[in-house]
């Protein structure tokens, strides 16, 4: 069966189907046989330090991962942390992500804070009981979050990816 989360390839092809498995919690799962799913709704948080260059590339990367959300029906919401950045990330951010015009937030520090700070401010910012951290270079992609949290949502404490890990996986 599909995951509830299927890949951006699946945009554009019967989404009457992938509604019709949604409606129910699942995407993908016979009625018959599945429970319904109540999704933990989830802040992503980016923290960005002079990453003008790539916002582009992230902003592509985050609609995929607010389609295939909306496809799951779990809510989710972009809290971006611009880290005082000097090379303009903040205002591609603004132009971008336009303050109420969708479910997203731009915050920007005065000045370079660190990676901490930053994670630190958005995740206070976050709006959302589940929080998911995501880098700006994409060194992953953003619906493995989608996956992390279909993980606490079935009884994990914790879940994270890292490439690291002997047993990890991107």
């Known amino acids: 069966s599909l995951s509830p989360y299927a890949s951006d390839s699946s945009i554009g092809q019967d989404d009457s189907r992938v509604e ?4 129910h919690g699942i995407a993908g799962c016979d009625r018959r046989r599945c429970r319904t799913v109540s999704w933990t709704p989830l802040s992503v948080v980016v923290p960005l330090y002079d ?3 790539g916002v582009q590339a992230l902003a592509e990367a985050l609609e ?6 909306r496809r799951a029906g779990r ?3 972009l809290v971006f942390v611009d880290d005082g950045s000097a090379d303009g990330t903040g ?3 603004s132009a971008r992500f336009p303050p109420d015009a969708g479910p997203w937030r731009v915050i920007c520090h005065e000045r370079n804070l660190g990676l ?6 958005g995740s206070a910012a976050a709006r959302h009981p589940l929080i998911g951290w995501l880098g700006a270079d ?3 992609d953003p619906l493995v979050l989608l996956e992390l949290a279909a ?3 079935e009884g994990a404490d914790l879940a994270m990816a890292s490439c690291h890990h002997p047993e990890g996986r991107l």
């Open 75 to 77: 809510e989710v919401e």
């Open 138 to 140: 994409l060194t992953y």
């Open 116 to 121: 901490s700070a930053a994670l630190e401010t």
């Open 20 to 23: 019709a498995e949604t409606s």
């Open 64 to 69: 995929g991962l607010l389609r295939a959300a």
């Open 91 to 93: 205002d591609r951010l």
């Open 51 to 53: 990453e003008a260059p």
């Open 151 to 153: 993980a606490v949502d």
